[in-house]
């Protein structure tokens, strides 16, 4: 690819085809913040099918240099756990897992991004997040789970890290309690990005 234009590019013809979950906006924001922060580490919890991750990873690449550690459990009792919406616990409770972890590693050997990539199939709770992290993107079950993330990976970030969480109105209320643990940590948020929000440290 030849310069940054490229990256937005294939991220508006690559994106749709993963979720509609992440709006083209928030994909080229997130790959925007990679471009302009030049993280060395990135963590997203809550891969799914890539739809956030794989932008990240081209503008890991357009860089030439970090990587990315992708966590996710890809397992129907991790995505159920602690979901008090009768429909959601229905739809994870279905949904093929296996596929849509299989498609995210197809699509990374597809356009060469694997090299930028560490996938770590588990349970967030179950990873130890390095220290040093530049970039974070929290993603993963919204229940209080998201609440236990942000007390185990906010305070492995590094000095001018950027935070993202995702899903401020998911039913049960926890990533809104998970906001309000992140800013009892001292980070603010500096603007909204579809669902959710950009945060740094005040």
Excluded at 34 to 56: C, D, H, N, Y
Excluded at 89 to 112: N, P
Excluded at 176 to 202: D, F, H, Q, T
């Amino acid at each position: 690819m030849n310069g940054y234009t490229d990256v937005f590019k294939r991220i508006e013809l690559i994106t749709p085809q993963l979720s509609e979950w992440c709006p083209i906006q928030k994909a080229h924001t997130l790959a925007a913040i990679v471009l302009a922060l030049r993280p060395v580490l990135t963590i997203e919890v809550g891969v799914w099918q890539g739809a956030s991750l794989i932008p990240m990873a081209l503008a890991h690449r357009a860089i030439g240099f970090g990587r990315i550690i992708a966590v996710d459990a890809w397992a129907a009792r991790a995505s159920i756990q602690g979901q008090v919406d009768p429909a959601d616990v229905d739809w994870w409770s279905k949904v093929d897992h296996d596929k849509a972890h299989q498609k995210f590693i197809t699509v990374l050997a597809e356009e060469g991004l694997s090299q930028f990539v560490e996938v770590v199939r588990s349970r967030s709770d179950e990873y130890t997040p390095p220290d040093g992290v530049n970039l974070l993107h929290l993603d993963g079950n919204h229940s209080d789970q998201a609440v236990r993330d942000v007390q185990r990976f906010i305070p492995k970030m590094a000095s001018g890290a950027i935070a993202v969480l995702d899903d401020y109105s998911w039913s049960g209320g926890g990533v809104k309690k998970a906001c309000a643990a992140l800013e009892s940590m001292g980070w603010i948020e500096m603007y909204r990005l579809g669902e959710g929000g950009v945060w740094r440290r005040k």
